[in-house]
């Protein structure tokens, strides 16, 4: 028989939303430290800890989440999860980008045999400013001397070969400009974009798509269109995505797969 609406959650605490407070308070807890002591830690007051943990203040400074990260690791480490969640509770990032070496060294034996497995399919992990992480063979194959550029934005703009690859080169090229915009956007520290910017500077034709002003947050059409450099046969590729929220670097990872199809060849233009 059913129970009464009034009947249930009687005796059940109330299911609430994670919090930055209460995680906060729950790693206090688990270390046994009191709030003055974690403030003393942080350079903060005992009051404001006080406040943090009764959420009447949600986003401390980056410094302040680091100087606390900093005391509670020390007491006993904290998990790549728990760190992370504290960051994205505060509305933070979290930390500095990481090198192109230390996002490469961060792709697992498990992540880099998933590539092998999506053979004779193009696989790829690029991070979020578009360099080239691990990759398939068949990847390499399709998309001639990127892998020797090392970034996708470099070979588009810098690299005759890819104009002869990319069908549709200048919807391609402006698509990828957008696309990292928008990442940089969503990455909440526009710095390390900074660096980035000024090399492909010099490209005048990424300086005329970046002053367009256009944003994208992913492909608007899956559909690809190549050519094979050497025979000009042309041919479609299916295009999927994802964004990475595992592994070393959660969120600043990507990952390409491209299928061919029978789609029909784009008409010379």
């Excluded at 906060?24 to 006080?50: M, P, Q």
Aim: with cysteine; aromatic share 8%; net charge positive.
């Amino acid at each position: 028989m059913p129970r009464k609406t009034s009947e249930v959650g009687v005796g059940q605490q109330l299911l609430r939303p994670p919090t930055l407070g209460g995680l906060l308070r729950k790693l206090r807890d688990e270390r046994r430290i009191s709030r003055e002591k974690l403030a003393f830690a942080a350079g903060v007051s005992a009051s404001y800890i006080t406040h943090l943990e009764g959420g009447d203040r949600d986003h401390p400074t980056k410094a302040v989440v680091d100087a606390l990260i900093r005391y509670l690791d020390r007491v006993r480490p904290l998990t790549g999860a728990e760190r992370r969640h504290l960051f994205d509770l505060a509305g933070l990032p979290d930390g500095g980008y990481p090198a192109v070496a230390e996002m490469r060294a961060g792709i697992g034996a498990d992540m880099r045999r998933g590539l092998a497995v999506h053979e004779p399919n193009a696989a790829c992990y690029l991070d979020t400013r578009w360099n080239l992480l691990s990759w398939n063979r068949s990847y390499a194959a399709l998309f001639p001397g990127l892998v020797e550029d090392g970034n996708m934005l470099r070979w588009l703009f810098g690299n005759e070969i890819a104009k002869r690859v990319m069908v549709e080169w200048e919807r391609e090229a402006a698509l990828a400009v957008e696309w990292l915009r928008g990442l940089i956007g969503q990455s909440g520290d526009t710095a390390w974009s900074a660096e980035l910017l000024r090399e492909l500077g010099a490209y005048p034709e990424f300086r005329a798509v970046w002053a367009a002003g256009g944003t994208a947050y992913g492909r608007d059409s899956p559909h690809m269109h190549l050519r094979d450099p050497e025979s000009g046969t042309r041919f479609g590729l299916d295009v999927q995505m994802f964004r990475v929220d595992s592994g070393a670097h959660p969120g600043r990872v990507q990952f390409f797969l491209g299928i061919r199809n029978s789609q029909p060849a784009v008409s010379p233009r």
